[in-house]
């Protein structure tokens, strides 16, 4: 047997020689009127012996036996179309080659090739229907499915899923009427989103709804899953549009939905040309590599094809795992991975005269809020303040082009340690910025972001899956948000436009509600408030029931991407880094207790409201405003422990966004 040929395949090929055959006879039956008289009837079988071995060679070159019947599709049927063509070609060639007529009628040339490609591709696409359905399980084994869209990624799914035995597409859903009542792969488009309850309802066995629009906007998503929740089914969706036109997933790769999915923002348009030429051929070196946000910046730096990317963390699990992902998924980057604190000043400058980074993202930080309020404070400092000094020390030390830190919206009149540190850690970066210094200084202001380390989401998934309640600090409290993407492709944005010493603020949307995010998160985990509850807890120590993406007395000036803005902060003294690094070394070698440090801060951030502290202790000259709730919502502290109230409705989805 030659290699490569199995019985299958000559069972196929034995099968197009019978058909090929049969073709033959059929078209002088039809020819003739269903009737073959007997000088033709000798024609028929002296023209067989030659004509079917002739179309048997010309179907093995053309490769109709390289495919799967199970898997038939359309470039099979038009490979079995060429093909029988060419043979058709090439047998009207053998009789007009004939020295004698042969009394084939000439109309046999037209009606065996049209009867040959039917039957040929009638046979394949049986066999597949025939095989799937035979692998379907029992209607009570499989999970019935509603599309939702009925687009070209949701035709490609029914037909993706149609091979998947514990699936049974139902219907599809398009609010596209001209799609109403037509039909995709045998499977019916049964009305518009809003007509998914209804069809639930008589078809009890469906158990999950699928969002087949990647192309779509969030808002039309978010539509399309309410709409799906609403009828009590589990909501998945498919890969993102991005992913998809990649080639990394395909449609059938199912997830649950995720709360960016819903909560999600137009794409971020980046000036790409300016990026390839500020990053391209460039060594890059990122801080806090192994975090959500260092991790993401590594990704979008990798994009753009940099001479070398140094991935910088001061946690091995985290460094291991990130210079893992960069050897399987984007082996082109040349990576270094240095376990480094950024505390550590020779350790830094050790690591920057080897590489020679010409462009710094800094992004290591502490940022959990009430980690670093309670027992933890002179880490905070330590960490946020003295290691970016650091870092921008040896930044300059090597002569690098742009160091870019990457700072929080907490910095804004900020109520807690970690908002004060990175609001100091500006206040250097700006001391910094010299005229006549090679290194440009960019800081970039952000909210909270979806998916990030310590974010509340994976908390809430937690608590639902353990049957609740969900804990929520307090009723009213939002945030800003957006996901690590499009944080981190803005921060590369502002790092390119920034001309030095600016402070970049990032347009977050509109502020989210907590509370919302939690009933939206029950709700697509199919159950409803009554069963997982809610529980108010109050805020923790440090906490605002309201981020500011701008301090009160701030102005902002446009710039021409449309979702940065440039701050103009408060400008700080001149011997602010003299009396910064008396104090850091200090805090180093006996550090003091924390209301001390908070004090300490409030004297070199004076818009820093320290909570818990008493006036008279206040440092003179302060600029301290009391942290109070927005009016008419009350003290958040009589929030604890107060269980959520009946379900509201129209409770638009929100997201309890990460620390940046």
């Known amino acids: 047997m030659p290699f490569g040929v199995g019985p299958r395949t000559l069972v196929a090929f034995g099968h197009d020689v019978v058909v090929a055959a049969l ?3 059929l078209a002088f039956w039809l020819r003739l009127n269903l009737e073959v008289p007997e000088p033709y009837f000798s024609a028929m079988l002296e023209s067989l012996a030659w004509v079917v071995p002739l179309q048997a060679v010309v179907f093995w070159t053309f490769g109709l036996y390289r495919g799967i019947w199970r898997y038939a599709s359309v470039s099979d049927l038009l490979r079995i179309a060429v093909a029988v063509s060419a043979a058709g070609a090439l047998v009207a060639l053998g009789l007009a080659l004939q020295p004698q007529p042969t009394g084939v009628p000439r109309s046999v040339l037209l009606i065996d090739p049209l009867l040959l490609a039917v039957m040929m591709g009638a046979s394949r696409l049986l066999y597949r229907a025939w095989r799937e359905r035979r692998g379907q399980l029992p209607l009570g084994e499989s999970r019935g499915v509603f599309v939702l869209g ?8 029914v037909g993706e899923l149609a091979a998947a035995p514990q699936w049974r597409v139902a219907g599809l859903f398009d609010d596209n009427g001209g799609k109403h009542g037509r039909s995709i792969h045998g499977v019916k488009v049964l009305g518009g989103l809003d007509r998914i309850a209804r069809a639930r309802e008589s078809l009890p066995w469906v158990t999950h709804a699928v969002i087949a629009m990647p192309g779509s906007g969030h808002a039309a998503r978010r539509r399309a899953a309410e709409r799906a929740a609403d009828a009590g089914l589990r909501v998945l969706t498919v890969p993102s549009f991005d992913d ?3 080639g990394r997933v395909t449609v059938s790769q199912l997830r649950d939905v995720e ?10 348009v980046l000036d790409d040309a300016g990026l390839n030429g500020w990053i391209r051929g ?9 975090g959500s946000i260092g991790s993401e910046l590594c990704r979008q730096v990798a994009r753009f094809a940099p001479a070398r990317l140094v991935m910088l963390d001061a946690s091995e699990y985290a460094l291991y795992t990130i210079e893992q992902e960069f050897a399987r998924e984007h082996p082109q980057v040349a990576i270094t991975a240095i376990a480094a604190d950024v505390r550590s000043a020779p350790r830094l400058a050790q690591v920057f005269a080897k590489w020679q980074p010409q462009v710094v993202l800094h992004a290591a930080a502490y940022k959990h809020v009430p980690l670093m309020e309670t027992d933890n404070c002179a880490e905070a400092v330590l960490n946020n303040v003295a290691g970016t000094l650091a870092t921008a020390r040896a930044a300059i030390a090597s002569g690098a082009d742009k160091f870019v830190l990457v700072s929080t919206d907490k910095a804004v009149n900020p109520t807690n340690v970690m908002g004060a540190t990175k609001r100091l850690a500006e206040m250097a970066c700006e001391r910094l910025q010299e005229p006549a210094r090679t290194t440009r200084f960019v800081m970039v202001r952000f909210g909270n972001v979806l998916g990030s380390t310590g974010s509340v989401i994976p908390r809430f998934r937690e608590q639902i899956a353990a049957g609740g309640p969900v804990t929520v600090t307090d009723p009213n409290i939002t945030r800003y948000f957006m996901s690590i993407p499009e944080a981190a492709q803005l921060v590369l944005q502002a790092g390119l436009m920034g001309r030095g010493g600016e402070i970049f603020v990032l347009d977050m949307g509109e502020p989210v509600r907590i509370a919302d995010l939690a009933r939206e998160m029950i709700r697509l985990s199919g159950f409803g408030t009554e069963e997982i509850r809610i529980v108010y807890t109050g805020l923790r120590p440090g906490e605002k029931l309201y981020e500011e993406p701008l301090a009160d007395d701030e102005q902002t000036l446009g710039t021409p991407h449309p979702k940065l803005r440039i701050a103009k902060a408060r400008a700080s003294g001149d011997d602010v880094l003299s009396a910064l690094d008396r104090w850091l070394a200090t805090l180093a070698n006996d550090p003091p207790e924390d209301d001390a440090i908070k004090r300490e801060l409030a004297r070199f951030v004076p818009e820093y409201q320290p909570q818990g502290l008493d006036e008279a202790a206040s440092p003179p000259g302060s600029a301290h405003r009391r942290a109070v709730d927005a009016p008419g919502t009350g003290s958040s502290t009589q929030a604890a422990d107060r269980v959520e109230p009946a379900p509201q409705s129209g409770a638009s989805p929100s997201a309890q966004p990460d620390r940046p």
Do not use: E, N, Q
């Not at 709360?259 to 971020?268: A, K, M, W």
């Not at 460039?282 to 192994?290: F, I, N, S």
């Open 23 to 25: 073709a033959w006879c």
């Open 150 to 157: 009925a687009g070209d990624a949701g035709a490609r799914l």
């Open 244 to 246: 998809l036109a990649s």
């Open 259 to 268: 709360l960016d999915d819903l909560l999600g923002r137009d794409p971020v």
């Open 282 to 290: 460039r060594t890059v070196l990122v801080t806090g590599a192994g």
